[in-house]
């Protein structure tokens, strides 16, 4: 009795392990969500877009530190000078008096100098802060374009999850059909060896049953690729659909008439509006002054003593040490650069009413849209209820006449007629569906919300 039993558990247990191998999971369009989330390629390149411009803010915000640098340098050459004057740089001139002569032979002495030099911008007319916040609408946009990239994901796929779902669908109705005509084929045979009908009403049935046939390699084909197009936004391969579509919901459940300012896709627009506002601002006080606190440190050798004597060692350089320091308040102005920011600025009020205009017309075409999606789906409502009843009807007649076939009432004719009428009746009952849930999931996009599709493909 012990070891009796022990074989049943193993039994048991090597059944249910087999059963749950040949089981696959159930995936729900969340689950799909959160997939394509985490591993879709576009959307990793937007969240990187995304730190990028937060890191950008960041560099901007560090211009309003004090800029600090530091040279040292060593040196060997002649020293030979001459009186006069010139411009070493753009804005910055030189003069150069007597050189006493010195009496040492030596024409060329070593060099050591070092310095560390800071430049404080402390006032720059708010340049500095609308910077600031121009690289801040710009870190906002990048996060805008990350959403509405990921909502275009999520409709992109909740189109091809009910792909799936409908293809597998089709491709049940195509199977039952290929039923429906193999039992039509096998009645005819049966009917045509008693004497009781024609023996072309079996050739009539095969081709029947040929072409269904064709017609569900014809939606097998389909199915399979519905659900190799799905792995480019979820690679997952161990699931199957629901054997059911769920049905459709009540319509004041999804009802809407109005889109919302916080929309991903007008958001987009929105913090491009922005940016180039802060950008106007940047441009309207590039006309003021830069005001910076300056300091600095030096030291600095010679191989030319206090005496004029000179040396001309390589190491020369690292005696005869001057130190000094330098404070000051400096005021830098472009006094040209007041036309090129009068025409920047004009060129920035060009660009604003650009996207203002570009802003109002998504709003608009995304509020006809949705306006005209809730009509069409309030019809396909009403198309999906009959056409629940079309192929109810259908089905009910095909019984009738299939008996009235078995009885010898009506020819082969008529019942694939009726055959072909219950086809096509089940066939835009699923087509209806699907148009009706194609329809909530370009809502959905339109809206930004997913919450309906979510609670039904759950």
Same mark, same amino acid.
């Given at each position: 009795?012990?070891?009796?039993?022990?074989?049943?558990?193993?039994?048991?247990?090597?059944?249910?392990?087999?059963?749950?191998?040949?089981?696959?999971?159930?995936?729900?369009?969340?689950?799909?969500?959160?997939?394509?989330?985490?591993?879709?390629? &576009?959307?990793?390149?937007?969240?990187?877009?995304?730190?990028?411009?937060?890191?950008?803010?960041?560099?901007?915000?560090?211009?309003?530190?004090?800029?600090?640098?530091?040279?040292?340098?060593?040196?060997?050459?002649?020293?030979?000078?001459?009186?006069?004057?010139?411009?070493?740089?753009?804005?910055?001139?030189?003069?150069?008096?007597?050189?006493?002569?010195? &009496?040492?032979?030596?024409?060329?002495?070593?060099?050591?100098?070092?310095?560390?030099?800071?430049?404080?911008?402390?006032?720059?007319?708010?340049?500095?802060?609308?910077?600031?916040?121009?690289?801040?609408?710009?870190?906002?946009?990048?996060?805008?374009?990350?959403?509405?990239?990921?909502?275009?994901?999520?409709?992109?796929?909740?189109?091809?999850?009910?792909?799936?779902?409908?293809?597998?669908?089709?491709?049940?109705?195509?199977?039952?059909?290929?039923?429906?005509?193999?039992?039509?084929?096998?009645?005819?045979?049966?009917?045509?060896?008693?004497? @009781?009908?024609?023996?072309?009403?079996?050739?009539?049935?095969?081709?029947?049953?040929?072409?269904?046939?064709?017609?569900?390699?014809?939606?097998?084909?389909?199915?399979?690729?519905?659900? =190799?197009?799905?792995?480019?936004?979820?690679?997952?391969?161990?699931?199957?659909?629901?054997?059911?579509?769920?049905?459709?919901?009540?319509?004041?459940? =999804?009802?809407?008439?109005?889109?919302?300012?916080?929309?991903?896709?007008?958001?987009?627009?929105?913090?491009?509006?922005?940016?180039?506002?802060?950008?106007?601002?940047?441009?309207?006080?590039?006309?003021?002054?830069?005001?910076?606190?300056?300091?600095?440190?030096?030291?600095?050798?010679?191989?030319?003593?206090?005496?004029? =004597?000179?040396?001309?060692?390589? &190491?020369?350089?690292?005696?005869?040490?001057?130190?000094?320091?330098?404070?000051?308040?400096?005021?830098?102005?472009?006094?040209? &650069?007041?036309?090129?920011?009068?025409?920047?600025?004009?060129?920035?009020?060009?660009?604003?009413?650009?996207?203002?205009?570009?802003?109002?017309?998504?709003?608009?075409?995304?509020?006809?849209?949705?306006?005209? @999606?809730?009509?069409?789906?309030?019809?396909?409502?009403?198309?999906?209820?009959?056409?629940?009843?079309?192929?109810?009807?259908?089905?009910?007649?095909?019984?009738?006449?299939?008996?009235?076939?078995?009885?010898?009432? =009506?020819?082969?004719?008529?019942?694939?007629?009726?055959?072909?009428?219950?086809?096509?009746?089940?066939?835009?009952?699923?087509?209806?569906?699907?148009?009706?849930?194609?329809?909530?999931?370009?809502?959905?996009?339109?809206?930004?919300?997913?919450?309906?599709?979510?609670?039904?493909?759950?």
């Amino acid at each position: 009795m012990k070891y009796t039993l022990q074989l049943t558990c193993l039994v048991l247990i090597a059944f249910a392990a087999q059963l749950k191998a040949q089981q696959k999971n159930t995936l729900t369009l969340k689950e799909a969500f959160a997939e394509a989330d985490r591993t879709y390629p &576009g959307l990793a390149e937007r969240a990187a877009t995304v730190g990028e411009y937060q890191i950008r803010k960041k560099e901007v915000q560090s211009r309003a530190i004090p800029q600090v640098q530091l040279q040292a340098q060593n040196s060997y050459g002649t020293f030979q000078g001459s009186s006069g004057a010139f411009f070493p740089v753009p804005g910055v001139f030189n003069v150069t008096g007597n050189n006493t002569p010195i &009496g040492s032979g030596v024409q060329a002495t070593g060099n050591t100098f070092g310095s560390v030099v800071m430049d404080w911008k402390v006032f720059e007319f708010g340049k500095q802060r609308k910077a600031i916040d121009a690289a801040e609408y710009q870190a906002q946009g990048a996060q805008s374009s990350y959403d509405a990239a990921q909502l275009s994901l999520h409709s992109k796929v909740s189109r091809l999850y009910l792909d799936i779902y409908y293809s597998h669908a089709n491709l049940n109705w195509a199977e039952k059909n290929v039923k429906r005509v193999n039992q039509i084929l096998d009645l005819s045979v049966s009917l045509s060896l008693a004497g @009781l009908k024609p023996g072309a009403d079996t050739a009539l049935a095969s081709s029947a049953y040929s072409q269904a046939l064709a017609v569900r390699h014809e939606w097998l084909g389909k199915y399979e690729a519905s659900k =190799i197009n799905f792995q480019e936004v979820v690679p997952l391969r161990d699931w199957s659909p629901q054997e059911q579509v769920p049905a459709m919901g009540d319509s004041m459940a =999804i009802a809407t008439d109005s889109v919302k300012k916080d929309h991903p896709y007008l958001q987009v627009i929105d913090k491009q509006l922005q940016y180039e506002k802060a950008m106007e601002q940047v441009a309207s006080r590039k006309i003021f002054p830069s005001l910076s606190v300056l300091g600095g440190v030096s030291t600095r050798g010679s191989g030319i003593g206090k005496n004029g =004597i000179a040396e001309n060692g390589l &190491g020369s350089g690292y005696q005869n040490f001057a130190d000094n320091y330098l404070v000051g308040i400096g005021l830098t102005w472009n006094i040209s &650069g007041a036309y090129t920011s009068s025409l920047e600025k004009k060129r920035s009020k060009k660009t604003i009413q650009g996207v203002q205009a570009k802003y109002n017309l998504q709003r608009l075409q995304m509020s006809t849209s949705l306006q005209a @999606l809730s009509s069409r789906i309030t019809q396909q409502q009403q198309l999906l209820k009959e056409s629940d009843k079309a192929f109810k009807k259908a089905s009910d007649a095909y019984e009738l006449y299939l008996s009235r076939y078995e009885s010898g009432l =009506i020819n082969l004719t008529e019942l694939l007629q009726i055959q072909s009428l219950l086809e096509a009746a089940e066939r835009e009952n699923i087509q209806a569906g699907q148009n009706y849930w194609n329809l909530i999931t370009a809502q959905a996009e339109i809206s930004g919300d997913f919450s309906y599709l979510l609670n039904h493909f759950n």
